[in-house]
């Protein structure tokens, strides 16, 4: 009788295939690959499936394979519940050494939520964040090292940004933003420095 064969691995989903894509345009820009094999390996992330069909176009890329292995992979869902921050148009502010929860939630219907993290200790690898703002809005300052990955935000007429790494990588935390932004804003950024303070 035939043995049947090793199941295919985890599906992966659309914001995946994206992460290989921004991966395979670096080596692009990098000089790695030429236009027409980026165009071959794009063929292949896209009609991507399973992780396993992630490897082949990533496999002979510095870090890609590992980071699209990562990104397959399921986050760590916490079972705890979100821990409410919730404004309507007064201002929140988390700084310094502060308990930062697995999930949060962050409500605003004219205000804004202001959350550094570079300051304290993160005990979770993964900070699931969850907004829902109005006209108001959030800005996250996060450590040098963290990844955000903010694709699963929806902006009606609100602006939604970030200027650090998206893709997961091992041993630093990283940052699911996900929601909607009415007319709101959403910003992942690290800390500014300017004559020996940070904002």
């Known amino acids: 009788m035939s043995t049947p064969p090793d199941p295919p691995g985890l599906r992966i989903s659309d914001a995946d295939r994206e992460r290989a894509a921004a991966q395979l345009h670096q080596a692009l820009a990098e000089g790695r690959i030429t236009v027409s094999e980026l165009e071959e390996r794009l063929t ?3 009609a991507a499936r399973y992780e396993a069909d992630l490897r082949p176009p990533l496999a002979d890329l510095p870090g890609a394979h590992q980071a699209a292995i990562a990104a397959s992979r399921p986050l760590e869902a916490p079972d705890a519940p979100a ?4 404004t309507g148009a007064s201002t929140i502010k988390r700084r310094g050494a502060w308990d930062v929860p697995a999930r949060l939630r962050l409500q605003s219907a004219m205000g804004s939520v202001v959350l550094d993290f570079c300051d304290t200790t993160l005990r979770h690898p993964v900070i699931d964040i969850e907004v829902d703002l109005g006209a108001g809005s959030a800005r996250l300052l996060v450590p040098d090292e963290a990844t955000a ?7 009606t007429m609100g602006t939604v ?5 998206s893709i997961r990588r091992p041993g630093v935390p990283h940052f699911v933003v996900h929601g909607r932004a009415g007319m709101g804003s959403v910003t992942v950024r690290r800390r500014y ?3 020996g303070h940070y904002f």
């Open 44 to 46: 292949v992330v896209y």
């Open 83 to 86: 821990v409410v921050l919730r």
């Open 149 to 155: 990955d903010i694709d699963r935000v929806v902006a």
């Open 193 to 195: 420095r300017l004559a």
């Open 161 to 165: 940004k970030s200027s650090v790494p």
